[in-house]
C-alpha cells in the first residue's frame, strides 16, 4: 500500500496569541510539521498591529473582507478584499490594522512561518 499523497486539514492548530487575532495554521510546522511552506487564516480585530519584522520567508497574503495595512521597507500598502500582496524575505515590514473592523485573511510563507525566522523588533 503506498503513502498517500494528499492531506485533509480538519483541525487546524489555533496558535495562541495575547492580542486578540485568530491564527489558525493548517499546514506549517506546528501544525503538520511542514517546513517547506505554510499555510494560515488570521482575523485580526480593529485597531490591531505588530512590531516591525524582516522575515526569512517570503509571505503572501490574500484579504478576504476589511482592510489590512503594510508598511514594506517605508512603503505604506493597504490591501482590500480580493487583493493579494507578495513581500520578499528580507523586507522589512509591519503588519496592521488601524481600522475600525477587523480583517480576515489568509497568508502564505515559503519556506514555512517559524518565530526563529521572523525576526521581530522588540
Known sequence: MSEKRYFRQQNPFRV?????????EHIGHASTHTGAYSVAHMVAPPQWGEPHQT??????????????RFEVDGDVIELTAGESLLIKAGARVQYSNPFDEEVEYWSICVPAFSPDTVNREE
Open 16 to 24: 495562541p496569541t495575547t492580542d486578540g487575532k485568530l491564527i489558525e
Open 55 to 68: 522575515p526569512e520567508f517570503d509571505e503572501i497574503t490574500i484579504v478576504v473582507r476589511g482592510r489590512k
